[in-house]
């Protein structure tokens, strides 16, 4: 499997094994991981870290012009918080773990010109089938249901 | 002035004098502030914590009930990534204090059924006006420009 699509499930898994939710995310500029992250809703009490915004807060302050070089890869569906961080920093190409457990707005990031790739990965959807089955009021917290 | 807009006010002249981009936000549920914030980015070299953001993150984690009777009030027009946030968490009405310097997610939000308020206020204006003059690059920054 793609290199950084493991990453991100690693911090999916590190996240699960600290009893938070296990979605992963990294942020690649040029072939290189400058940010890594995952869900810290529990670990922190967050409302604002998902995996994708953990990984955008720990790459730090960058100008528009590496934002505009990179690639997010997440273990899930960018929710619309999320999506909405793509938007504003201008992110190109998003690449997803799998869609079937949430589909998140993939529909508006398309239409306003970011290519997204699904890799409907077997890992990624057996990550969040069972922590959905196992958790689901601390799963539907997390997407405001 | 209303009072929760006051208080939205008071959180960005905080920002501005820690030396921050002067974006302030309340999150209001029934009458009551459960939640107070501003941009971090210079205080904590943050890129997830707008002024939206960062009121979320305070007002700690909360069932969909509660999102869903608030209204988020903010000096400036949330930008895409806040005004997912307000998607996510299904918060039904937002108070803006202008849009004039910065025009964000407005269609998107109503759209999707957000109500909206802009006020028009000439302290946010100035606020904002002061600050994109004196510190351009930040402000680019921000907006991932």
Chains 1, 2 share one sequence.
Not at 1 to 20: C, H, T, V, Y
Not at 98 to 125: K, Q, W
Request: a negative charge; charged letters at 20%.
């Amino acid at each position: 499997m793609d290199e950084f699509m493991q990453a991100a499930i690693a911090e999916a898994q590190a996240g699960l094994a600290e009893g938070g939710i296990p979605i992963g995310s990294v942020l690649v500029h040029r072939g290189i991981i400058i940010g890594r992250g995952h869900n810290r809703r529990v670990q922190k009490g967050s409302t604002v870290l998902h995996g994708e915004m953990d990984a955008l807060e720990n790459a730090g302050r960058q100008p528009a012009s590496v934002y505009r070089e990179c690639v997010l890869y997440t273990t899930l569906s960018p929710c619309p918080m999320c999506s909405g961080a793509i938007l504003l920093y201008g992110i190109p190409r998003v690449v997803i773990g799998e869609n079937r457990s949430f589909l998140g707005e993939e529909a508006l990031l398309s239409s306003r010109g970011v290519a997204l790739e699904v890799l409907d990965d077997p890992t990624c959807i057996e990550l969040m089938r069972r922590f959905m089955a196992e958790k689901p009021a601390l799963w539907n917290e997390d997407i405001g249901e």
